[in-house]
């Protein structure tokens, strides 16, 4: 068994014809190919990002527009509560007062009623005073023997 110089070379030769040819037809094209799908990939993964980006801005300015709405309503919610406590003190003031003139009114009727009476009690008094006198006198003179 011996090695056959020629056949080495020729060998080799083929060999290195085969790397040329594969690298030029083979890998060449699989290595633009696998290029692409890398920028391809890089790109993706990019406009993921930028996604991911635009969402968290869109997540904050949601936040921050419920936020805004959560503080107008609540605002809102308020001033309707005011109101409603407002318009009732003022019926509640409207009705004190009503029923506070109505209590005045009584007892300034009460008091006319005292005056008036009292009055024609005093008018009633020079009658009384008289009718008494006469009775007076008039029992006094029945008693008298004559």
């Known amino acids: 068994m011996s090695i ?8 080799i030769l083929g060999f290195l014809v085969l790397m040329v040819l594969l690298e030029r037809i083979l890998y060449r094209p699989i290595l633009e190919i696998l290029d692409r799908r890398r920028e391809k990939i890089a790109a993706g993964l990019a406009a993921q990002r930028q996604a991911e980006h635009a969402l968290e801005e869109r997540k ?3 936040a921050r527009d419920l936020e805004g709405i959560r503080r107008e309503e609540t605002e809102r919610a308020r ?5 409603v406590d407002q318009a ?11 029923r506070e003139t109505r209590r005045a009114s009584e007892e300034s009727k009460s008091s006319e009623d005292r005056v008036r009476l009292t009055k024609e009690l005093e008018d009633q008094i020079p009658k009384y005073m008289e009718l008494l006198a ?3 006198v008039e029992g006094t003179e029945e008693g008298r023997p004559s």
């Open 88 to 98: 009732l003190d003022k019926a509640l003031d409207e009705r004190e007062f009503e």
């Open 4 to 11: 056959d110089v020629s056949v080495v070379i020729w060998t």
């Open 79 to 83: 001033e309707q509560i005011a109101s």
């Open 134 to 136: 006469s009775r007076l």
């Open 60 to 62: 904050t300015q949601h």
